[in-house]
C-alpha cells in the first residue's frame, strides 16, 4: 500500500484519468472528492462488498438452477 500525505484542496492522480481530492477534513473525518470517467466505478467499500456477495449468491444460485434443469 501507497500512503501519501495530502492536505486540504491537495489531489493525487491515478492512472492520469483519476483525480482525489482532499475537499475538507474535520476532526478525524476526512471529505474527499473523486473526479473520474464515467466507465470507472467508484463505490465505498462496504458497498463494493455487498456487491460482491450479492453476485456470488446470483451465480451459485443460477448454477444451481441449471444443474437442477439437467
Same mark, same amino acid.
Not at 26 to 52: C, D, L, M, N, T
Given at each position: 500500500? !501507497?500512503? !501519501?500525505?495530502? =492536505?486540504?484542496?491537495? %489531489? /493525487? *492522480?491515478?492512472?492520469?484519468? #483519476?483525480? *482525489?481530492? #482532499? !475537499?475538507?477534513? =474535520?476532526?478525524? +473525518?476526512?471529505? /474527499?472528492?473523486? %473526479?473520474?470517467? =464515467? %466507465?470507472?466505478? #467508484?463505490?465505498?467499500?462496504? #458497498?463494493?462488498? +455487498?456487491? +460482491? ?14 444443474? =437442477?434443469?439437467?
Amino acid at each position: 500500500m !501507497l500512503a !501519501l500525505s495530502r =492536505k486540504k484542496d491537495e %489531489s /493525487i *492522480i491515478i492512472n492520469n484519468n #483519476v483525480e *482525489i481530492t #482532499v !475537499l475538507e477534513i =474535520k476532526g478525524e +473525518q476526512v471529505k /474527499i472528492g473523486i %473526479s473520474a470517467p =464515467k %466507465s470507472v466505478p #467508484v463505490y465505498r467499500k462496504e #458497498v463494493y462488498i +455487498q456487491i +460482491q456477495e450479492s453476485n456470488r449468491e446470483a451465480a451459485d444460485n443460477a448454477a444451481l438452477d441449471a444443474l =437442477k434443469s439437467l
